[in-house]
């Protein structure tokens, strides 16, 4: 069989805080020369009106 190569799958290193470098804002070097990434949170409201 082949052995099909992810190409562009975004990965996080094992042990990172995951919140705290997503929660972390880009320099402005960073932004203008484009080096950033938009991040947007999802959170369920778990609260059931009924």
Request: aromatic residues 8%.
């Amino acid at each position: 069989m082949f052995n099909k190569k992810k190409e562009n799958e975004p990965t996080i290193a094992p042990g990172m805080d995951d919140q705290e470098e997503l929660n972390q804002s880009a320099t402005e070097e960073e932004i203008e020369e484009g080096e950033y990434t938009s991040v947007t949170t999802f959170s369920w409201d778990e609260v059931d009106p009924s």
